[in-house]
């Protein structure tokens, strides 16, 4: 097939592709963004139906246009998928979907993209996958014993499917507590962590986090001791769901149990506890298998950058996958900044003049 050209291709529709979109069109480069998804919304409209971000609608925006106010404060799935679907057509981003791009390869007059019904070759490419196709979960012993019900949190969706279970929620950041304090009222539920869940005071939301992590940050350019407290954007922040249950006392966790039998788990104390079904609140891994060609993946399955630019391959970036790729990045807050330096500087490496954008 003959590849469409493109100066730049970003592969992945959801926040972060939507940001980079927005920093590309005001540099003035031809591009095109590809979506594996069929709607808008990257990642979020497969999130549980309850979720809340723990940051206000302001505080949880792309560039250059706020997320609406929502009642209550603290925007819930809905209402980022609606904004993510707004936004897309208010800039009228050049998203192509669906598409699954399946490799990038790389070709002495460009980087070749390809899908499973095309292909685009691109000057540069932005990959902006995200995790949420890559859920972890753990191995036990006896696991494929287990004849109960196991999921991941990415296809948990709703409380009243575990009425009246024994379920263990498993894992301790703010998706495992926000599981877990909505399954506590109508099923018989255990926490399981591996250390003991710290949750922030009530007054710290994902605004507070994030101006800690950026002072740190800047601390540690400059040379100096971090005056903000260590406190980071894995611990559980207390929305009000959150707060509810801990009021209530449904927050207690177990440290992890042993091993799995055929009708629930075994604790280090020998214990055992029947169990009806697990959910596993235990993370993503980046969703980088395109790249594989490239052999810039390294034995943990990420990509070594600078400054969000691939060091094996000067055409690629990568952005929001987190920390690793830009100071919160992986977060509707945080995308912004490293969006903006992303596409600044595939307009340096292209001969343009790299605009900058509010």
Known sequence: MTPVRRRVVVIGGGQSG???????????????????????????PAAWDSLR???????SSLPGWPMPPVPGAYPGRDDVVAYLTAYERRYALPVRRPVEVVAVEARAEGLLVRGTDAAWLAQAV?????SWRRPVIPAYPGQESFRGRQLHSAGYRAPEAFAGQRVLVVGGGNSGAQILAELSQVAMTTWVTETEPRLLPDEVD???????????????????APEAPASGLGEVVAVPPVRAAR????????RPFLRFEPDGVVWPDGSRSAVDAVIWCTGFRPALDHLAPLGVLDAAGRVAVREGRAVGEPRLWLLGYGDWT????????????????VAKDIARSLGEDPRDGP
Request: aromatic share 8%.
């Open 18 to 44: 939507l940001a980079i979109g927005y920093f590309l069109r005001r540099a003035g480069l031809d591009f095109e963004i590809l979506d594996a998804s069929g709607r808008p919304g990257g990642a979020w």
């Open 53 to 59: 971000l723990f940051s206000p609608a302001q505080w």
């Open 126 to 130: 932005v990959s902006a996958t995200g």
């Open 206 to 224: 994902g605004r507070v986090l994030f101006a800690r992590a950026t002072a740190r940050l800047r601390a540690q350019q400059e040379g100096r």
């Open 247 to 254: 009021d209530r006392g449904a927050l207690r966790s177990r």
């Open 326 to 341: 830009g100071l919160a990045s992986a977060t509707l807050a945080g995308i912004t900044r490293t969006a903006r330096e």
